[in-house]
């Protein structure tokens, strides 16, 4: 049974920090990564890790957000600094792998509420 096991998040006043830490059983990914969805909007990527190491970010998030993964524990983690009001949202973390035809094996964990206060 594949399962991703969100932690962290909470309330935060602007500038602050808070990590989110994902812990994943049953699969291997190729790909790990934090998604968020504040009210009104569509779910946005924030930042993902491929199994090589390779990262990407959402502009918004870049030199304030690290993403990492231990491949051994098979676990990711979002750092995030310098907080803004405008990262207030549910994060959702993410893993899929990529079949032999192209097609997505796509998982979600339970989502975590972040709120940043001004």
């Known amino acids: 049974q594949v399962q991703l096991v969100e932690s962290g998040g909470g309330f935060v006043q602007a500038g602050g920090s808070l990590r989110l830490s994902c812990a994943a059983s049953?699969?291997?990914?190729?790909?790990m990564g934090w998604y968020r969805q504040a009210p009104g909007k569509q779910r946005e990527l924030v930042a993902r890790v491929l199994s090589d190491g390779t990262t990407n970010y959402l502009d918004s998030v870049k030199g304030r957000f690290t993403i990492s993964r231990d491949n051994a524990k098979n676990t990711v983690a979002l750092q995030m600094n310098s907080l803004k009001p405008e990262d207030t949202a549910v994060y959702y973390c993410n893993a899929y792998v990529t079949r032999s035809d192209y097609t997505r094996d796509q998982y979600w964990g339970q989502g975590t509420q972040v709120t940043v206060s001004s």
């Open positions: 049953g699969m291997i990914f190729n790909v």
